[in-house]
């Protein structure tokens, strides 16, 4: 933000970033939720519901810092309710893919009917809530787009916007692996156990193509906007 590494150790100009900036304010939010889910983890017994809470809170201050906090008034307000929600739908589809193929991997190992239940239950639940969060990651990537590519030419005339579109291009790819996992190879894992290995292997590629779309979103987060002059 200072555009020099020294200000990172300049004890006034950190105070004054942290305490004197609308992005400082909610950084602080952020650094503090952070340390209490870190205390939370290490206890001998977590609360599941207090580490859930507190890691969808991480995930959603986020969406008050960055590209969304760039307007003013209402529409900062609705750009950041919106950014919101878009992390938290991706947060839920992207982070349930974890313990999903962990769920995969343990009835690769020891198969057998009650590892098959637990599968097919783990599958039609992830699902269930998949639905849910890509339609919300549709619409609110959708508006998103609006507020900070603005037209087409710019999707395409842009740096911003070609990589946007890359982004975009690889969340599709996740979708229809997603449905190919949902339709043609989770309800034969109980018949066939190379559906298993290839579901197992097709959640892999799911998981390999969200962290593309993180690394993307890592670039996307640092860069001009097409709609505020990131063009080249």
């Not at 200072?2 to 900036?21: H, R």
């Not at 842009?158 to 309800?187: D, E, W």
């Amino acid at each position: 933000m200072a555009g020099s590494t020294a200000a990172a150790v300049d004890f006034a100009l950190v105070s004054a970033v942290l305490l004197e900036t609308r992005f400082g304010r909610v950084w602080c939010w952020h650094l503090l939720l952070a340390a209490i889910l870190v205390l939370a983890c290490l206890g001998r017994h977590p609360r599941r519901p207090v580490v859930l809470f507190l890691s969808l809170g991480l995930l959603a201050s986020l969406g008050w810092v960055g590209h969304a906090a760039m307007d003013d008034g209402s529409a900062r307000i609705a750009h950041q309710l919106n950014q919101t929600v878009h992390l938290l739908a991706a947060g839920l589809w992207l982070g349930g893919l974890a313990p999903l193929a962990w769920v995969l991997r343990q009835a690769r190992r020891q198969p057998g009917d009650f590892e098959f239940s637990v599968t097919r239950d783990a599958l039609r639940n992830f699902s269930h809530m998949g639905y849910v969060a890509v339609a919300l990651i549709a619409l609110t990537g959708a508006i998103n787009t609006l507020f900070l590519v603005g037209s087409l030419d710019a999707m395409f005339d842009t740096p911003y916007g070609r990589l946007l579109a890359f982004k975009i291009l690889l969340f599709l790819a996740m979708v229809v692996v997603a449905l190919i996992n949902r339709f043609r190879l989770a309800p034969r894992i109980s018949q066939e156990v190379s559906a298993l290995r290839a579901l197992s292997r097709t959640v892999a590629l799911e998981q390999g193509l969200a962290l593309a779309v993180l690394a993307i979103v890592s670039v996307l987060g640092t860069s001009p906007p097409a709609l505020y002059g990131g063009r080249g």
